[in-house]
């Protein structure tokens, strides 16, 4: 079995997530949502709330959980741009939360687990 790249891992994970996030009833509005500022993997409406979404994807061997990379700099850079994807898409009077999904392969399995609220708004 050919191995796979970091890039592909990550393709695979937001994949795999958002047809999770479908399945459960969420909206998917965009994929891979690029700025300036930064990027958000999966922006989703989930009964009216708008829902920023951080994908992160390893393999089971890695030794520890995919949420626990994300850290506090990922985390102010994503809320900048999510600040900035609300004033554009012009939604300030819409609620909007930061999910995580994290993705673990293994082999030809893989495990989901999805976070909502996993974290809060940086401030500037």
Same mark, same amino acid.
């Given at each position: 079995?050919?191995?796979?790249?970091?890039?592909?891992?990550?393709?695979?994970?937001? #994949?795999?997530?958002?047809?999770?996030?479908?399945?459960?009833?969420?909206? $998917?509005?965009?994929?891979?949502? #690029?700025? #300036?500022?930064?990027?958000?993997?999966? +922006?989703? &409406?989930?009964?009216? +709330?708008? +829902?920023? +979404?951080?994908?992160?994807?390893?393999?089971a061997s890695a030794g520890h959980s995919p949420e626990e990379t994300i850290q506090?700099?990922?985390? #102010?850079? $994503?809320?900048?741009?999510? &600040? !900035?994807? $609300?004033?554009?898409?012009?939604?300030?009077?819409?609620? !909007?939360?930061?999910?995580v999904v994290a993705v673990t392969l293994d082999g030809t399995r893989s495990t989901?687990?999805? $976070?909502?609220? !996993?974290?809060?708004?940086?401030?500037?």
């Amino acid at each position: 079995m050919k191995k796979r790249s970091t890039k592909e891992k990550g393709q695979e994970g937001e #994949r795999l997530a958002a047809r999770f996030l479908k399945e459960q009833g969420f909206r $998917i509005l965009d994929r891979n949502y #690029r700025n #300036r500022i930064g990027e958000i993997d999966i +922006v989703a &409406e989930d009964r009216g +709330v708008l +829902v920023f +979404v951080e994908v992160r994807t390893l393999e089971a061997s890695a030794g520890h959980s995919p949420e626990e990379t994300i850290q506090w700099k990922k985390q #102010r850079s $994503i809320s900048r741009t999510a &600040e !900035a994807y $609300i004033h554009y898409k012009r939604l300030e009077d819409r609620p !909007a939360r930061f999910d995580v999904v994290a993705v673990t392969l293994d082999g030809t399995r893989s495990t989901l687990r999805h $976070i909502p609220d !996993a974290f809060e708004l940086w401030e500037a």
